[in-house]
């Protein structure tokens, strides 16, 4: 199933979630929709799922307008961020649920319904645990039983909305590892949301990355990591080191440091550089080191300038012993945004 | 020093006693108010219901047997647990509309009518009583539309419900409207994502979510009816056989000194109720059994 958003607005009282947002989702695509909070990105889910509706623009399942279709018309599957389950139902009566409200012939039987809830257990590991209560289940498993629910009704499209987000990291990083089996193994087309930068580089094919209700850039998440297209997504995407300065003669500088900013014009600018991309450099500007400590294979350092502006820089564990003291560093590639 | 004084060392704290009848907890106040739960409980509640079954059996057991089931005391109690019974069913079914309206939309007036439906836990029940008497008789504002339809409304076993039912509707509304609060709309949004219909997402999601904080309403609207006398005197009619409620019939054998057989009369609706409210309970419990 494609997905196309054409300009769709959206306004909460005088406050707009979403402004004149276009967006192509490919089938079987699995994408994020990543943004701070308030940036808009759950009403763009919710507008897809039919849980809110547009005041302008549309959406189209397959070239078929479905802006004011109802959620129940349009067969999305939805995973909430607190996974709402029918607490009064089991588990299995749960994943179920969705079959069972069918009508007439669309309605499979019962043993069907059965075999299909243990074939959705089974596919989110839960097996055995169908005669459960949710209270019963942990948060990882109970937000399991929601993916499953939303799964038995064979969705055209799934959405979920910070499907980790009530999770600890532990078990969310093994239930986003188990997202994405899930969707290779179904084709299914998803949309996930999140704020969590990480979460959305290592699940999704693309990226899609809002603010203020606009959609700041879209792409895989090596576009969007390694070229950032504003600077809200340079910051936003990835560590960064910002730096407020002035362009001049294709020169960013911003007190002691100095960068290449060929093609943009002169004035107030923001450069974004990554803790990798500062090296050791003899010609480069001075700095001393406060603090050095471990992050896996690398080593984190912090770093001051004379001029007091403060630095994040990432080096690996063989060359961290040459960052002590007084150090001069120049930064190996940069993004540089006119203000 | 000496050695043996070295040894001894500090004086080690005496070996905590175990508390007397309660878990080690850092929830403190179990003392004070477990004290005080049974000392008001046994003032209140249970030496009076204790001295009820005392005076009861002043009587041989075949007399009492005898007063218990004579005719009038089983018309007496059928009416009395009959007309609580369908009181509380029709302030279920009412009651959950009113907290749904109170909970789900905002309107103008509503804090009026939240404040009316608390009327009937402040009103002198006589006071309802003669207002639903003088309204349902015959020829009362509202009974003179009923009379022509073939309906009494007072002075009947109806009457007794109405004044039931009036009695009882906060209890209900008043249980459910936290629960109904505090259910969580994705919920409702999960089922409509599903494909549920409106119908389907509030009979098969909304209301069994409901459940137990329903029966918990119906049970103290009952229990609340069962006990009621001062508003339902006033339109019940009070006919022996046919509109006497059981409290009634109690004041009646009170006003001859009979004292043992109204003693008798309220062993019974004691026993029955208490046996009603402990099988509700553990209905309660069941309904529960997701939590």
């Known amino acids: 199933m494609t997905i196309s958003i054409r300009s769709v607005e959206k306004t909460f009282g005088r406050y707009p979630a979403l402004n004149k947002v276009d967006l192509e989702i490919a089938d079987g695509e699995l994408l994020a929709l990543l943004g701070p909070s308030g940036s808009g990105k759950t009403t763009l889910l919710r507008a897809i799922a039919g849980l809110e509706f547009p005041d302008a623009g549309q959406v189209l399942f397959d070239g078929v307008d479905v802006t004011f279709a109802s959620a129940a018309d349009r067969r999305v599957g939805f995973v909430f961020q607190q996974y709402a389950l029918f607490k009064h139902m089991t588990v299995a009566k749960n994943i179920a649920f969705g079959l069972d409200v069918r009508k007439g012939k669309d309605k499979p039987d019962k043993a069907e319904i059965a075999r299909r809830v243990e074939e959705l257990l089974k596919l989110v590991e839960l097996e055995g645990l169908g005669k459960r209560y949710p209270s019963q289940l942990s948060g990882g498993q109970r937000q399991r039983v929601a993916l499953s629910r939303a799964l038995a009704v064979q969705p055209s499209v799934l959405l979920l909305d910070e499907p980790f987000g009530a999770l600890d990291a532990t078990v969310r990083k093994s239930l986003r590892r188990e997202l994405r089996r899930v969707h290779d193994a179904t084709g299914v087309t998803t949309i996930f949301v999140t704020h969590d930068q990480e979460e959305a580089l290592e699940l999704a094919d693309r990226v899609a990355i809002l603010n203020n209700g606009r959609i700041e850039q879209i792409g895989t998440p090596d576009q969007v990591h390694d070229q950032p297209s504003t600077a809200f997504v340079c910051g936003f995407v990835g560590e960064a080191n910002r730096f407020e300065g002035q362009v001049s003669n294709g020169r960013f500088s911003a007190g002691v440091l100095g960068l290449p900013a060929t093609g943009l014009r002169d004035g107030a600018a923001t450069a974004y550089v990554r803790p990798h991309d500062f090296a050791l450099d003899d010609s480069g500007f001075e700095a001393r080191v406060e603090r050095a400590h471990v992050q896996g294979p690398l080593t984190t350092v912090n770093a001051v300038t004379p001029d007091g502006r403060r630095l994040e820089i990432s080096a690996s564990r063989a060359e961290a012993a040459r960052f002590a003291g007084t150090i001069r560093i120049a930064a190996r590639k940069a993004h540089v945004y006119a203000a | ?291």
């Open chain 2, 1 to 291: 020093m000496t050695t043996a004084d070295a040894a001894s060392g500090p004086a080690a704290p005496p070996p905590a006693r175990r508390p007397f009848l309660r878990r080690r907890s850092a929830i403190p106040g179990f003392g004070l108010t477990m004290g005080v739960t049974l000392s008001v409980l046994s003032l209140i509640v249970l030496i009076p219901l204790a001295a009820v079954v005392l005076k009861a059996a002043h009587q041989s057991p075949a007399e009492f047997w005898a007063v218990a089931t004579s005719r009038r005391a089983m018309a007496a109690y059928r009416l009395t647990f009959g007309a609580a019974f369908v009181a509380a069913a029709i302030n279920s079914v009412f009651g959950v509309l009113t907290a749904w309206a109170l909970v789900r939309y905002d309107f103008p007036g509503k804090t009026i009518v939240n404040a009316l439906v608390d009327l009937p836990f402040a009103l002198p029940t006589a006071v309802a009583g003669i207002a639903l008497a003088t309204l349902y008789a015959p020829t009362g504002w509202v009974g003179q539309f009923l009379t022509p339809l073939g309906i009494k409304a007072a002075y009947n076993p109806v009457g007794v419900t109405i004044a039931l039912t009036f009695i009882g509707l906060p209890f209900v509304v008043r249980a459910i409207e936290p629960v109904l609060r505090d259910a969580a709309e994705d919920v409702e949004e999960a089922a409509a994502s599903l494909g549920a219909t409106r119908l389907d997402t509030i009979l098969r999601i909304v209301l069994p979510a409901l459940a137990p904080a329903w029966l918990t309403g119906f049970a103290m609207a009952f229990a609340r009816g069962v006990g009621e006398y001062g508003s339902v005197i006033f339109i019940a009619g009070n006919m022996p056989y046919k509109s006497e409620i059981a409290p009634l019939l109690i004041i009646i054998q009170l006003e001859q000194f009979e004292y043992a057989r109204a003693a008798t009369i309220a062993v019974v609706m004691l026993t029955v109720s208490f046996t009603m409210l402990l099988i509700i309970n553990a209905v309660q419990a069941w309904a529960r059994r997701f939590d």
